[in-house]
């Protein structure tokens, strides 16, 4: 809703969301003054007068002197894209306080990458820490009671052999002493690119 002539006389800066309009022309302040390449992402009001995500991209043009002589910019339309962050956030969090409500964690286990991603209740459970190292198998069999050991290792091998679904109780043996009981089921799932993942719960 801005005339060429509003944007010349620097008046677009009154379209920007009143929450963000230090942080943006700050940051935009800072990278012109230092002559650099900069992105913001920010909410800018439309004619209608509602507010629309944007994504500003601006890189400086020099000479053969190394003098920026103008300024190129494009302006992408990102309001789809942050609400469906906006809702995969909430999503997230939902997820999230019913696995803590009914200590129920998931987890995914790529077998052909050898890599384990764990729910924060799935670290609660094991009683690691979410922000200590990354999971993986042994992390699992270092909490398993000694007595189930072999049956939940050789559950492991056979899954791992056959792709096939995982059912399976046995006991944890916490540090501490404490015993847990968990049940473990887990599907199966080939790609078409042939490698395999276990997506389940705890």
């Known amino acids: ?10 008046r677009w800066t009154t379209a920007l969301h009143p929450e ?11 990278a012109i003054d230092q002559g650099r ?19 500003r991209r601006s890189v400086p043009l020099r000479d053969e002197r190394g003098n920026i002589v103008r300024w190129y910019g494009a302006g992408t339309d990102i309001d789809e894209l942050k609400r469906t962050e906006q809702a995969l956030r909430a999503s ?8 803590r409500l009914s200590h129920t964690g998931s987890f995914g286990w790529d077998i052909t990458r050898s890599e384990l991603i764990w729910s924060t209740e799935t670290f609660r459970i094991f009683e690691y820490d979410p922000e200590g190292e990354a999971p993986t198998v042994e992390h699992v069999l270092r909490r398993v009671h000694p007595e189930d050991l072999a049956l939940v290792q050789e559950a492991i091998d ?15 043996l916490m540090p501490d002493g404490r015993i847990k009981h968990v049940h473990v089921v887990a599907r199966a799932m080939r790609h078409s690119s042939g490698s395999l ?3 389940g719960a705890v």
């Open 1 to 10: 809703g801005l005339t060429t002539e509003d944007v010349r006389q620097g």
């Open 158 to 172: 056979r899954v791992v052999q056959d792709a096939q679904d995982w059912d399976l109780d046995h006991r944890l």
């Open 197 to 199: 993942e276990f997506v």
């Open 92 to 99: 997230e969090a939902y997820l999230a306080e019913a696995q």
């Open 20 to 30: 963000e309009f230090d942080r943006i022309l700050a940051e935009r302040g800072a």
């Open 37 to 55: 390449p900069y992105q913001v992402e920010a909410r800018l009001r439309r004619a209608d007068g509602s507010y629309g995500w944007v994504l």
